[in-house]
């Protein structure tokens, strides 16, 4: 090549530097916008995914022993009612003792539970009601003492010195009221009966006292009846000593973080709405319930006056 050849050959390659530079600078720029709106598929992908998890999110219910939870029947009738009535996959947790349930529920760990007046207004502030059943036409209960049926008792005094069951620590009817009702004459339960034991489970409290394992028990009045009917040889071996004054019935509650949330909402309408369908209603006879209602949280007050009636006992 001549030297003509070479300056020529240098010149171009001068002049096309900018042309080269624009050329390189669309490059790099088609890339950053390959590269940014394939992040932003990304990411809406990944909205699109969320909110349909969102929308399929499992509904978690806990069951606490107030419930009548061996019945395996119910509970499978109960999961395919929520499951149909919210439109959500459901999951029925269940725990030994009222505490598991109730630290679960506070954690936000569950949507809802079904728990029990006592650990409700010991967490008032932190707990948001859902839903109350009502039982014989109203939210209320009561709290029943019990000893064997031939036993010649008559009163609470006759009780002293006893082997006496108890439900849970946490639970109202099957410690609670017994409880206050000591605590009004200043006593404790150790310093009234001989021994005191927890069976976890209202059924329980019925069997060791029909069994002799205990002498007395503090038991549900609707588990109690509802025993009744099912397993009449069961509760025929005992005898109602004592009825407490009528009570709120055990609620379905939330953490209050949760009460405005879709799962909360769902399942809310569900219980409220459990008599109007088929499968709702065959729920409720299974549970020997009316249906479910929106109450006033004061209707607890007459527990939570027992909760610190013992606790000002110490």
Not at 64 to 82: G, I, R, W
Request: aromatic share 8%.
């Amino acid at each position: 090549m001549s030297f003509a050849h070479e300056s020529f050959a240098h010149d171009l390659r001068m002049q096309s530097s900018p042309l080269r530079r624009k050329v390189e600078n669309v490059v790099v720029d088609r890339r950053r916008f390959v590269t940014g709106a394939g992040a932003l598929c990304f990411l809406a992908a990944l909205t699109r995914r969320g909110a349909v998890a969102a929308q399929t999110k499992a509904i978690r219910f806990g069951l606490t022993p107030v419930f009548l939870d061996n019945d395996l029947k119910l509970l499978e009738a109960l999961k395919s009612y929520f499951e149909t009535a919210t439109k959500r996959p459901v999951q029925l947790v269940q725990r030994r003792t009222y505490e598991e349930i109730t630290a679960l529920l506070i954690s936000g760990q569950l949507d809802a539970a079904w728990i029990c007046g006592f650990p409700f207004v010991a967490n008032r502030d932190q707990l948001a009601l859902v839903a109350v059943p009502l039982w014989r036409g109203r939210p209320l209960y009561q709290s029943y003492l019990i000893v064997a049926k031939s036993r010649q008792a008559q009163t609470l005094d006759d009780l002293r010195g006893d082997i006496h069951a108890f439900s849970d620590p946490n639970s109202n009817s099957g410690y609670l009221v017994t409880r206050a009702l000591l605590a009004e004459r200043g006593l404790k339960p150790a310093d009234f009966f001989s021994r005191t034991f927890f069976t976890y489970g209202h059924r329980n409290v019925v069997r060791a006292v029909a069994s002799g394992l205990a002498e007395s028990g503090s038991v549900d009045g609707y588990v109690w009846e509802v025993l009744a009917e099912a397993e009449p040889r069961l509760t025929g071996a005992t005898r109602v000593l004592r009825r407490s004054e009528w009570l709120g019935f055990p609620p379905v509650a939330t953490a209050r973080a949760l009460a405005g949330s879709a799962n909360v909402r769902r399942l809310q309408q569900a219980l409220l709405n459990m008599d109007k369908s088929e499968a709702g209603r065959k729920v409720l006879a299974l549970l020997r319930l009316d249906g479910f209602a929106s109450e006033s949280p004061r209707l607890f007050d007459t527990i939570a006056a027992k909760l610190a009636l013992v606790r000002r006992l110490g």
